[in-house]
């Protein structure tokens, strides 16, 4: 469980605020020693000066040296102490601006500020929480300028002391949401050993785990001394109040869950996936040749290249038809197409080119279902056999206004024939030790495997169907072995 401090030059700055006994001055933060807890500490430097040398600057210097987690960091300081720091990071909100002005009133300078990357005006909302991500910290001044476009001109930090009555409440309602265990008095319950946020995307059609699972998340967590708390693609700037950090949502490399999972691993939280796994899982490149590598049975794989026509001649004459041509980073059989034909080839890959230069073609092997192997810390978890949409080749079947997916049923890993077993291990063990989906056919007595998710589905009524709340309890106990693990400083 983690404690959080709010550090501030002297208490009667807080006086205008409800009263905490984790609001501390800098001098009493000067005498705390990390030797007196193994807590992790989440620190919140409210000091009124953040300039080199100042109280607030070595507030955020002993912080780190401490190993506490604090915002802002010394890094954060330095790069708005210079706009030459700072001005390199905004280059890419040009966009961002043109959205928040588009129905403005044309002025020349216009500030506003951010509180913990919310702003009460709507129309600035995405560019504070971008400008948060980038620069974590508690008031944000922000100035912008408007000529043939608008811009940022000067980005500060400044003290919740200048603040005005209205701007106090707003500053006020900004920190319950950042960090509600500072103003909320603690419920009658057992305290919980590590808090454990997981991300997800409510608004998400087709998510890793359903409401179902999530639910059992939380409520078996907090049976077994975990605090689980949701977060979405807005809580960013929180990720250092927790312990750990499980993504529910479909990840990508180009995509907000990527970052998430960079800024955990940089932190120090166990984050399952790991920025490794995604890396490696979400590109069907990078797997292919790392089934090939590795010698894993899988399909025989060619990489089309868009620069070379020569490729198609020799996929039709080596492959035949149908063959099946992916997009490196599909999903839920999305970008995944057979083609009967040298036309429909033609055709297909033209389109998929649009959207990668690199083109997977794979052997068409048809089954009546796919294995699903889970897989956690490198050992088999639960097994799943997802069927084919009737009348079709794939377990989903996409059209304009809906998704069909085909049946399924879940087994004990005991009943899993063994050449499938062994070749989902055998295809997890290159990338980590992390919580995999492998998707394996079976073809007379052997395994083939297709591709490995670093965030397979765990949903309530179906992964879990064999082992019901068991499923669930094995990943949070490893969730807590891991982080019983990090606190001791073993990896």
């Given at each position: 469980?983690?404690?959080?401090?709010?550090?501030?030059?002297?208490?009667?700055?807080?006086?205008?605020?409800?009263?905490?006994?984790?609001?501390?001055?800098?001098?009493?933060?000067?005498?705390?020693?990390?030797?007196?807890?193994?807590?992790?500490?989440?620190?919140?430097?409210?000091?009124?000066?953040?300039?080199?040398?100042?109280?607030?600057?070595?507030?955020?210097?002993?912080?780190?040296?401490?190993?506490?987690?604090?915002?802002?960091?010394?890094?954060?300081?330095?790069?708005?102490?210079?706009?030459?720091?700072?001005?390199?990071?905004?280059?890419?909100?040009?966009?961002?601006?043109?959205?928040?002005?588009?129905?403005?009133?044309?002025?020349?300078?216009?500030?506003?500020?951010?509180?913990?990357?919310?702003?009460?005006?709507?129309?600035?909302?995405?560019?504070?929480?971008?400008?948060?991500?980038?620069?974590?910290?508690?008031?944000?001044?922000?100035?912008?300028?408007?000529?043939?476009?608008?811009?940022?001109?000067?980005?500060?930090?400044?003290?919740?002391?200048?603040?005005?009555?209205?701007?106090?409440?707003?500053?006020?309602?900004?920190?319950?949401?950042?960090?509600?265990?500072?103003?909320?008095?603690?419920?009658?319950?057992?305290?919980?050993?590590?808090?454990?946020?997981?991300?997800?995307?409510?608004?998400?059609?087709?998510?890793?785990?359903?409401?179902?699972?999530?639910?059992?998340?939380?409520?078996?967590?907090?049976?077994?001394?975990?605090?689980?708390?949701?977060?979405?693609?807005?809580?960013?700037?929180?990720?250092?109040?927790?312990?750990?950090?499980?993504?529910?949502?479909?990840?990508?490399?180009?995509?907000?869950?990527?970052?998430?999972?960079?800024?955990?691993?940089?932190?120090?939280?166990?984050?399952?996936?790991?920025?490794?796994?995604?890396?490696?899982?979400?590109?069907?490149?990078?797997?292919a040749d790392m089934f090939r590598t590795h010698r894993v049975p899988s399909p025989k794989t060619w990489i089309l290249h868009k620069g070379n026509a020569m490729h198609l001649d020799q996929l039709e004459q080596a492959a035949g038809f149908p063959v099946v041509i992916k997009i490196p980073d599909g999903s839920f059989s999305r970008g995944i197409v057979k083609v009967?034909?040298?036309?429909?080839?033609?055709?297909?890959?033209?389109?998929?080119?649009?959207?990668?230069?690199?083109?997977?073609?794979?052997?068409?092997?048809?089954?009546?279902?796919?294995?699903?192997?889970?897989?956690?810390?490198?050992?088999?978890?639960?097994?799943?056999?997802?069927?084919?949409?009737?009348?079709?080749?794939?377990?989903?079947?996409?059209?304009?206004?809906?998704?069909?997916?085909?049946?399924?049923?879940?087994?004990?890993?005991?009943?899993?024939?063994?050449?499938?077993?062994?070749?989902?291990?055998?295809?997890?063990?290159?990338?980590?030790?992390?919580?995999?989906?492998?998707?394996?056919?079976?073809?007379?007595?052997?395994?083939?495997?297709?591709?490995?998710?670093?965030?397979?589905?765990?949903?309530?009524?179906?992964?879990?169907?064999?082992?019901?709340?068991?499923?669930?309890?094995?990943?949070?106990?490893?969730?807590?072995?891991?982080?019983?693990?990090?606190?001791?400083?073993?990896?």
């Open positions: 469980m983690a404690s959080t401090l709010l550090v501030v030059d002297d208490l009667s700055d807080w006086n205008p605020y409800y009263p905490s006994d984790q609001v501390i001055t800098f001098e009493d933060y000067l005498g705390i020693e990390q030797a007196e807890s193994d807590q992790r500490v989440r620190i919140i430097n409210l000091c009124s000066s953040y300039a080199y040398l100042s109280d607030g600057y070595y507030c955020s210097l002993l912080a780190e040296a401490r190993n506490h987690h604090v915002i802002p960091s010394v890094k954060v300081i330095n790069d708005l102490g210079k706009n030459a720091l700072y001005s390199l990071q905004l280059d890419d909100l040009s966009s961002t601006l043109a959205r928040a002005f588009k129905y403005h009133v044309s002025i020349t300078d216009f500030k506003l500020y951010s509180f913990f990357g919310t702003t009460p005006d709507p129309t600035f909302q995405e560019l504070t929480r971008l400008l948060f991500e980038r620069f974590p910290c508690p008031i944000l001044e922000i100035t912008l300028q408007g000529q043939l476009q608008w811009q940022i001109i000067d980005l500060k930090a400044v003290s919740h002391r200048s603040l005005d009555d209205a701007e106090q409440t707003l500053f006020a309602e900004a920190l319950d949401r950042f960090s509600k265990k500072i103003w909320r008095k603690s419920r009658t319950r057992k305290a919980a050993r590590y808090d454990l946020a997981i991300l997800i995307n409510p608004a998400e059609k087709l998510p890793p785990s359903n409401r179902g699972a999530i639910k059992k998340f939380i409520n078996l967590g907090r049976q077994m001394g975990v605090e689980v708390e949701l977060i979405t693609q807005q809580h960013y700037g929180r990720i250092p109040e927790f312990d750990g950090l499980f993504i529910r949502e479909t990840t990508a490399i180009d995509h907000y869950t990527y970052r998430f999972a960079k800024k955990a691993e940089k932190e120090g939280l166990l984050v399952i996936d790991d920025p490794t796994s995604i890396l490696r899982c979400a590109n069907k490149v990078y797997l009967s034909n040298r036309q429909e080839l033609d055709s297909k890959v033209s389109e998929l080119f649009q959207q990668s230069a690199l083109l997977l073609a794979q052997e068409f092997l048809y089954t009546d279902f796919d294995w699903r192997i889970g897989i956690f810390n490198n050992k088999a978890l639960y097994a799943c056999r997802y069927f084919m949409v009737k009348n079709h080749w794939q377990i989903y079947r996409h059209s304009r206004n809906r998704v069909d997916s085909g049946d399924f049923d879940t087994l004990p890993t005991f009943e899993v024939p063994k050449a499938v077993l062994e070749a989902a291990l055998k295809a997890t063990h290159p990338i980590g030790n992390g919580l995999y989906g492998v998707d394996v056919k079976e073809i007379k007595g052997k395994g083939y495997v297709i591709e490995v998710n670093d965030n397979p589905n765990i949903d309530s009524g179906i992964e879990d169907k064999y082992l019901g709340d068991e499923l669930y309890k094995v990943i949070l106990s490893e969730f807590v072995r891991r982080m019983e693990n990090r606190s001791k400083g073993i990896n």
